[in-house]
């Protein structure tokens, strides 16, 4: 049996982009089940905080033109008098403690991360809304919190950021990097990754 096609995502969880992009990428690989594979990789925009915050109007104008470009999921507006999260590090640290409970489970939480915010208006850089989600996708909880109160999630998230700069040139998300040969910037429809894999010989 031929090896997996694999397919790599730089993504951020505060972006409305990725959300877009990580659902149809969980879309394709239903489809094509285990002729490819996904690896998810952290590249928060703002590791450091040193960036300043986009206004509330400025994020629901790319809310609402993600809902309109995958219909299939909900955006909501964030209100006006609700702070944004003062940081994208938690959910990214949070994502990799996920990570290390098997990639069914994983792909469940980040999922909820991004619902959670970009559907529910949850701030997703709160300590108590990680645990939550934790708790609904039915990850082992108590070694969630351990390994969210250590320092290995933060330093792999920004490994896997500063790999992507490096390797691939990412400089925004979500990037999508098929096989060794295709790079697909931004969220594009589901057919032009269909159209990636079946250009690199995977057929369904």
Known sequence: MAQPLNIT????????WCYVASTRLLMLKKEYREKITI????????PYGLQPKYSV????????RAGREENSLRFE????????PNSGIPAHKAAK???IQGEEIFERYQ???MKAYSSYCEDI?????????AEEVRLDVKKFISDLESEWPLKRALAERGEGVQNV???????????????????????????AVRRLGVQK
Do not use: M
């Open 9 to 16: 995502i730089y993504l951020d969880y505060i972006c409305p």
């Open 39 to 46: 690896d998810w990789r952290s590249f928060p925009l703002d």
């Open 57 to 64: 109007e400025r994020l629901n104008e790319g809310r609402l």
């Open 77 to 84: 507006p964030w209100p006006e008098n609700k702070p944004l």
């Open 97 to 99: 403690c996920a990570q």
């Open 111 to 113: 999922i909820a991360l």
């Open 125 to 133: 850089a709160d300590r108590q809304v990680l645990i939550s989600l």
């Open 169 to 195: 040139n990412v400089i925004g998300v979500p990037t999508v990097v098929v096989g060794e040969l295709a790079v697909l910037e931004a969220a594009v429809p589901l057919e032009v990754y269909r159209q």
